[in-house]
């Protein structure tokens, strides 16, 4: 089983000039939504999340699918069809998006950076505390487990509806509620953690950059 993950990267300053570039190729729909954005930098990504997923689809031989068929689960996770499923996230100047047929499948990338672990206190098991406190680089531990965690969520379609207390890891899988799923640590940049996970163990990632200015 075959995932492709398309990425970006925009740098500081390029903000105004994505936008003014891309956003009309946004159904009105979805440019209404990014308009609710404040900030300018939650702004591109949000565009740029969206023309991944339109380069994904056209890549992958689904150009005939639109963004105008976009709909929502009970959980609220979007899908435009059902033998296709797609994830998409994004941290500081990066931005994700893996599609894949017949699978179902997640992904999370976060920067690496200083956080007050008493905020996150119930997010992990007391081992998963222990290996965190315990690492040469506590941090980049810390979002080593969320962004697996947040990646079996995002798969699993439940989102913030999730209880992240029933998610045990393994060092070959992860499983939730009795469900088996599979994972595979992303190696982007040295400052930033990911992870995708699905449901076929046997899955291969094919990593796909692309620019947009």
Not at 50 to 57: F, M, Q, S, T, V
Not at 61 to 87: G, V
Not at 99 to 126: A, C, R, T
Not at 143 to 152: G, Q, R
């Amino acid at each position: 089983m075959k995932v492709k993950i398309f990425y970006t990267r925009f740098n500081s300053g390029e903000e105004t000039v994505i936008l003014n570039q891309w956003l009309s190729f946004l159904p009105i729909a979805l440019q209404n939504i990014n308009h609710q954005f404040i900030n300018k930098e939650d702004k591109v990504r949000n565009l740029l999340g969206k023309l991944l997923l339109i380069e994904a689809l056209k890549k992958s031989n689904h150009q005939s699918i639109s963004l105008e068929n976009m709909k929502f689960n009970n959980y609220l996770k979007p899908y435009l069809c059902n033998n296709l499923d797609f994830s998409i996230s994004h941290s500081a100047n990066y931005v994700f998006c893996a599609i894949g047929e017949n699978i179902k499948l997640g992904i999370d990338i976060e920067e690496i950076k200083s956080v007050d672990f008493n905020d996150f206190e119930n997010v992990m098991s007391q081992s998963e505390w222990f290996k965190i406190n315990t690492s040469p680089n506590p941090f980049q531990k810390f979002f080593d487990f969320w962004t697996l965690k947040e990646s079996l969520i995002k798969a699993e379609g439940k989102g913030f509806f999730a209880d992240v207390n029933k998610i045990i890891i393994t060092k070959n899988n992860i499983i939730y509620e009795n469900n088996m799923w599979f994972y595979q640590k992303l190696y982007i940049d040295k400052n930033y953690s990911g992870h995708i996970v699905t449901n076929h163990f046997d899955t291969t990632i094919e990593m796909i950059f692309t620019r947009f200015i």
